[in-house]
Nanobody, 123 residues
Framework: QVQLVESGGGLVQAGGSLRLSCVVSGSIFSLRALAWYRQPPGKQREWVAGITEGATTYYSDFAVDRFTISRDDAKNTVVLQMNHLKPEDTAVYYC?????????????????WGQGTQVTVSS
């Protein structure tokens, strides 16, 4: 079965940084797009960033210039580097394995999710 395991969440002050990682097993990792989503408390899950099989990246408006998504195919890992964090970034962050390797695989969720990692940003 496909498994995704996130790590790297925690408590950080506003303006600080966190690096989230997601290790994927049981899939053809190098041929699939990857994405990060988040769910703030009391809100719906939202798309954060995505990356295609060719490492083209896409970002939501709130992530532009602050977050960086990358992938390491040798380690079956997708990373979300988050800088200049704000209290409104507080959420559970999830990684997702896309249904394809292209743009829509990076922008729309596939069926495989991780369990999430909590990010809390204090003011």
């Amino acid at each position: 079965q496909v498994q995704l395991v996130e790590s790297g969440g925690g408590l950080v002050q506003a303006g600080g940084s966190l690096r989230l990682s997601c290790v994927v097993s049981g899939s053809i990792f190098s041929l699939r797009a990857l994405a990060w989503y988040r769910q703030p408390p009391g809100k719906q899950r939202e798309w954060v960033a995505g990356i295609t099989e060719g490492a083209t990246t896409y970002y939501s408006d709130f992530a532009v210039d602050r977050f960086t998504i990358s992938r390491d195919d040798a380690k079956n890992t997708v990373v979300l580097q988050m800088n200049h964090l704000k209290p409104e970034d507080t959420a559970v962050y999830y990684c997702n394995l896309g249904s394809s390797g292209s743009y829509w695989g990076a922008r729309r969720p596939g069926p495989s999710w991780g369990q999430g990692t909590q990010v809390t940003v204090s003011s």
